[in-house]
């Protein structure tokens, strides 16, 4: 993918993510790790629960939406992640399900502490292959500028 | 830990976790996985960001903080996350870190479409050892209450 400065985007600019495929095994891992609840942890208790089947953590979910975003608008330094709100699960995520993000830049500005960096604020949903919105966030993050090294030295 | 239901809380009550240590192999495994970003990827790497060193990412901290909360309020049949807000991280995590986070019950109604639960708000806020916070959050999860099964047949 194409790497990207602040000064690359504007408002209203819109990024897809490749697709990610969502593994059993990958969920079960998760959950043992991070989260775990027994609707994220086997299949078996997972069926008697009330989803009816496995689910992955809705922290899997952000993370792998994380992932997808970090590959499609690969910021050359980073991007440092300063907070996010309005962190939603509307569907289930499911082994086999394919993931993809959209990316919106909601909007943008200059940082006043760091002159050689700007402040996006977007908005990304994760889908899965049928459509359905399985997260919405809205996220700010502090990305560099092209020639940063120079504004703050 | 003792098991919880809705039943078993109250507005205003807290809980403390146990610690969890932050490892240079976990952090790197997450980056890895899910934030694929020099600062949280490699340590030579790091030092050469703006954090002079290897910080966790974001994603890792929740999900570890999730790890913390889930062990400590037991709930017995699972709490369904419903979303999160104001998710914000005000110091970095580093390797050797230990966390720690703690759990204020901020508001708590029963829930309209499920009887045999109820919605609780929460407030988390992960700290170091040495009492910096990492993390901060809100969140809304449904959680079941006692004897659930026969409300809702």
Redesign the interface.
Known sequence: MKEHYFDDLKTGDRFKSEPLNVTVKEVVE?AH???????HLSRKRAER??FKGLIA????T???S??LF??TLN?T?????????????PNTVRPGDVLMVETKIVKMRPSKSRPGHGIIRLRNVTTNHRGEVVQTMLASAMVPKRGKQEAER
């Open positions: 998760f790790k991070f989260d775990p609840q027994m609707f629960s009330i953590s809705g922290w899997h952000a993370a792998m994380m992932r970090v590959r910021f330094e980073g991007a440092i992640g300063l907070g996010v709100d309005e962190l939603r699960w």
